[in-house]
């Protein structure tokens, strides 16, 4: 089991991007209806509510995930009708928003199944991006990412299995300079490559 997650940072954020982002994922094999049951979940994240599912219409989720009238979106998408993958979606600075997909309570071969659905959509979406983490095991969840990605704050809590960052980032950065990288313009990845996943 996984205590992992993806982090993907990309530029520019509203209704038709999210739309086309999630109907990419569900091409690639994530659902985002519940197989079993047919329906598409939020997921409260209030103080008196978090983690309660929330039914709603798949045009619902796909205009709140825009983040016009919030800051913040909890959803699921399914593997299967048990097996559900936590996905949030944050506005960051005014023209970022982050992609955050859980892979905890994955076995491995659900979350090789979730990597490598997420990484075919960035593959389409790549001059969009800004960051990218796969952490399988979760080990460097209390790293701020959101700093590294975009301001090229130091490592501290060490490496996670995958890093992408802007070329220009990585350039400047005082730990990744030092780093044999393999450059996918317009990112810079660290461990394994992005098309190997």
Do not use: K
């Not at 079993?36 to 709140?64: C, H, K």
């Not at 990218?132 to 209390?142: L, M, N, P, Q, S």
């Amino acid at each position: 089991m996984s205590d992992g997650f993806i982090y993907w940072c990309r530029r520019g954020w509203d209704a038709v991007d999210a739309g086309r982002v999630i109907r990419s994922c569900e091409a690639a094999g994530l659902q985002l209806s519940n197989p079993g049951t047919g329906l598409v979940t939020l997921i409260a994240n209030g103080p008196d509510s978090w983690g309660e599912q929330i039914p709603t219409t798949r045009e619902n989720l796909m205009d709140f995930a825009g983040l016009a009238a919030a800051d913040e979106v909890n959803f699921q998408f399914w593997l299967d009708e048990e097996t559900d993958v936590f996905t949030r979606v944050r506005r960051i600075e005014t023209e970022c928003a982050v992609l955050e997909f859980g892979l905890d309570g994955l076995e491995a071969p659900e979350q090789e199944r979730v990597i490598g659905a997420v990484v075919q959509v960035l593959r389409g979406d790549r001059e969009n991006c800004v960051g990218f983490v796969v952490d399988r095991r979760g080990a460097t969840e209390e790293q701020d990412w959101d700093s590294v990605v975009l301001r090229g704050a130091l490592l501290e809590h060490g490496w996670p299995d995958i890093l992408g960052v802007r070329s220009e980032i990585a350039a400047a950065h005082g730990q990744l300079a030092q780093v044999a990288g393999r450059a996918e313009p317009p990112l810079t990845f660290f461990g394994q490559r992005c098309g190997e996943v």
